[in-house]
């Protein structure tokens, strides 16, 4: 996600498919959806999510919001003018080819190969609600 007044890039999980309040939160607070990720469980979403900020903390890359700001997700935004967009989407992508295949925290769950991901640009054309999963809830997107 992006919020031009801000110069922030956002990243973060949100709800199931269909029904994901905490994009549309941040919606109505200015954040733009730039692109988003679908994962079948959250564990997935984390573990990638994780990764992320691992990867930016580790470069020096701290939160450029507080709490003040935003009182949701603060910690995972960060100064445009030094992670853009383009390069958080490529950051996020290199991360899910890195983690295809790898054991999760979770006892017996595996990081699904990249091919089982979609991943959308928000301009790319309205898209249908995913189909539920065996669990019977939708997909978990990654922004």
Known sequence: MQHHQHNAV??????????NERVNHHRRSGWALTRDWH????????AVEQA???HL???????????????????E?????LV????????????????????TQAPGRTILRP???????ATAAPRR????NKAGRGQLPLF
Do not use: C, Y
């Not at 450029?64 to 009182?71: E, G, I």
């Not at 390069?87 to 054991?103: F, K």
């Not at 609600?129 to 539920?132: S, T």
């Open 57 to 75: 903390r580790g470069a020096g890359h701290g939160p450029h919001l507080n709490r003040d700001t935003m009182p949701n997700g603060w910690t």
């Open 52 to 54: 992320v900020l691992q």
């Open 39 to 46: 994962f079948t469980t959250g564990v997935e979403a984390h």
């Open 10 to 19: 956002k990243i973060g999980i949100g709800g199931t498919a269909g029904r």
């Open 115 to 121: 091919a089982r991901w979609s991943a959308r640009s």
């Open 129 to 132: 609600r995913p189909p539920a």
């Open 77 to 81: 935004t960060f100064d445009a003018d």
């Open 84 to 103: 853009t967009p383009a390069a958080l989407s490529a950051l996020v992508e290199t991360t899910i080819e890195r983690l295809a295949g790898t054991q």
